[in-house]
């Protein structure tokens, strides 16, 4: 099956650095859904994106909906350490019954 | 509280031998779905339902089966486990197929499956 392309794999921060990862298909979607996995539990959703260019925020937390529609980005200003875990990306397309297709996620890691 | 409940929460198993990994939510929702997630592949989405008696496959639905004779029951059933459905599943729920507004899907908590 199909697969967003996300990116990086991994990344090794400082406290207090800011964070950007993306994800990125060849296909279109129509909404874009950043989702957060701690250890040990499902997936909670930060954020959704539903039209072409929007930019959201919650808290620290920024996501954009990429203007061809092809594309959206997360952005983590100043990262502290409850931030660690994986993050994933999730598109959805109404035109294939409303399945969300997911990124293989971004696992952040912050140094001590 | 709202929770979607899996049970169990771990399991190991051997080949050929059926199992059932039950999944309840306590919100109403119409529609549920099954994934399992698999280091650098993110999460891969088994079967889904709509509502109560529709059912479809996802992206990777051999060696899987499912019902929804109830709203608020989605099992996920494995008839002939094999080694390769060593896995970490996830059951979610949300109160429509698209996520409008503020109405994400809802995640369980996670099955380890290890089929030996």
């Known amino acids: 099956g199909q697969q967003l392309n996300q990116s990086p794999q991994s990344m090794f921060i400082q406290e207090g650095e800011d964070v950007s990862m993306n994800c990125t298909s060849s296909s279109i979607f129509n909404t874009w859904l950043w989702y957060k996995q701690d250890p040990g539990e499902g997936p909670v959703l930060l954020i959704a994106?539903?039209?072409a260019g929007e930019l959201t925020s919650n808290g620290r937390l920024t996501a954009q909906f990429g203007i061809t529609r092809k594309d959206s980005f997360l952005n983590i200003s100043a990262s502290i350490p409850s931030d660690v875990g994986i993050y994933f990306c999730?598109?959805?397309?109404?035109?294939?019954?409303?399945?969300?297709?997911w990124g293989a996620g971004t696992k952040l890691i912050i140094k001590p | 509280e709202a929770q979607v409940t899996q049970n169990p929460r771990y399991l190991i198993t051997v080949t050929g031998k059926k199992l059932t990994v039950t999944c309840s939510q306590n919100?109403?929702?119409?529609?549920m779905s099954w994934y399992r997630q698999d280091p650098g592949l993110g999460l891969r989405q088994i079967y889904y339902s709509m509502n109560v008696e529709v059912t479809d496959k996802g992206d990777v639905p051999e060696g899987y089966k499912v019902s929804r004779k109830e709203k608020r029951n989605f099992p996920l059933i494995l008839e002939s486990p094999s080694p390769n459905q060593t896995s970490l599943y996830f059951c979610?729920?949300?109160?429509?197929?698209?996520?409008?507004?503020?109405?994400?899907?809802?995640f369980g908590d996670g099955t380890r499956l290890s089929i030996l």
């Open positions: 979610a729920s949300s109160p429509r197929p698209r996520v409008i507004g503020n109405q994400p899907q809802h």
């Open positions: 999730a598109g959805l397309r109404w035109d294939s019954n409303y399945q969300l297709i």
């Open positions: 919100m109403n929702h119409e529609y």
């Open positions: 994106l539903y039209k």
